[in-house]
């Protein structure tokens, strides 16, 4: 079975054909700056990278060259359109709709487009990419695959947020959780790793890069996770607060003559260790830099954004009655033996947290990272969410048929 994953965009896609027998990526690239200027595709196969510049107007015509591409006499890696058997789709927001991946038909991609009031900036995006999948591919099933649908085994004691009952009930306000298919990825393959069943774990997942989220997974379940109604809260991020009190809001809106979206896209966008560094970065590759060549306000900003990663994780700690397992992802958490190794040594010893520098000091490869004797294994596992959202594919096209 071959597998097309897309992650669409406002502006761009992202994707990867993959052949599942083997879960070998056979092609993948990214189409970006649709509709604007300068629009390319950036298609990968192999070893081979190619840049093709041309204009591409919207997400159907982005995607049509994706498709001549794989087919294309100079870039295939298929015959014939004929051989993509499933297509995979990023999205964003599924609600407490869906708890699941789902084939997309037009009952649920109505209700796919209902959730864009969760999510304004991606589901609309996600559903273009899916429109324009299900014209130039009118008989291949189209799967959609939720960054929402791992949260949704929390309990309410986790998802539910301290004001009037009112308005879950009216707007469905409560934590939904994002970043779900790199948690569930890498939680279940540190327990393959381990060669333990997750079901018997307790696992601490920090998804840490410009975004970034924690989660709590208990016997293979999401327990919680940092982020919450938006992906605004919890840690602090490249260009997000993370967790602030709510009444700043009111605050400066008032003494800076703001509305209350302005402060919310200020908190979004020029906060974060961007905003701790008066505008220096918001690329935490910078900030380590910087920081280990004496910056001060690039050591306050990487020390505020390691303190966030701690606590949570010994919050996390706590709800779950212990912990077996933490693992490390994404850009940051792949990437910076020097974040990795100050969380655990200077937050979590007192879990019986060891590092061994030594395996540490390393990037981007997926290894246990603690010593023989640490009473929490602490791993890197880079993570993999075209794998995921593919794998869901296949198995849901799968059991269909």
Do not use: W
């Not at 999205?91 to 407490?96: C, D, F, L, N, T």
């Not at 004691?157 to 959780?177: D, H, N, Q, V, W």
């Not at 390393?362 to 010593?371: A, M, N, P």
């Amino acid at each position: 079975m071959k597998v097309l994953v897309i992650n669409s965009g406002s502006s761009s896609i992202k994707y990867q054909l993959l052949e599942m027998d083997t879960e070998k990526v056979l092609a993948k690239g990214l189409v970006e700056r649709i509709g604007i200027e300068g629009s390319r595709i950036i298609h990968r196969k192999n070893e081979e990278k190619y840049v093709i510049e041309k204009v591409i107007k919207n997400h159907e015509e982005g995607l049509k060259e994706v498709l001549d591409l794989l087919t294309s006499e100079d870039y295939k890696v298929i015959s014939s359109l004929n051989e993509i058997d499933a297509v995979g789709h990023r999205v964003v927001h599924g609600g407490e709709r869906f708890s699941s991946s789902v084939i997309i038909d037009k009952e649920s991609l109505d209700a796919i487009e209902m959730m864009s009031f969760l999510a304004p900036l991606h589901n609309p995006a996600n559903v273009m990419g899916i429109k324009a999948a299900m014209e130039l591919l009118p008989n291949v099933p189209q799967i959609a695959v939720f960054d929402t649908s791992f949260h949704q085994t929390m309990p309410k004691t986790s998802f539910l947020y301290a004001i009037p009952y009112e308005y879950y009930e009216k707007y469905k306000i409560r934590r939904y959780g994002f970043h779900g298919t790199s948690h569930k990825y890498v939680s279940r393959r540190a327990a393959e790793i381990l060669g333990k069943d997750i079901k018997t774990l307790k696992i601490i997942t920090s998804h840490i890069g410009n975004g970034a989220s924690i989660a709590a997974v208990k016997n293979g379940e999401s327990f919680d996770t940092s982020m919450g109604f938006t992906p605004l809260e919890g840690l602090v991020m490249g260009t997000r607060s993370g967790d602030i009190d709510p009444a700043i809001v009111s605050f400066l809106a008032q003494e800076e003559g703001l509305t209350a979206k302005e402060v919310v896209e200020i908190l979004n966008n020029k906060s974060g260790v961007y905003g701790i560094t008066k505008g220096f970065s918001s690329d935490m590759r910078d900030i380590e830099d910087k920081a280990l060549e004496g910056d001060k306000v690039c050591r306050l900003a990487l020390d505020i954004y390691e303190y966030r990663i701690a606590k949570y994780i010994g919050a996390y700690a706590a709800a779950m009655n212990g912990v077996d397992v933490i693992v490390f992802t994404a850009g940051v958490g792949e990437n910076s033996p020097v974040t990795r190794e100050e969380i655990c040594e200077k937050y979590l010893t007192y879990l019986g947290v060891k590092i061994d520098k030594e395996k540490n000091n390393f990037k981007g490869l997926e290894r246990v990272i603690s010593t023989p004797d640490s009473k929490v294994t602490v791993l890197v596992v880079p993570t993999n969410e075209e794998l995921m959202i593919a794998r869901e594919t296949k198995e849901l096209v799968s059991t269909k048929n």
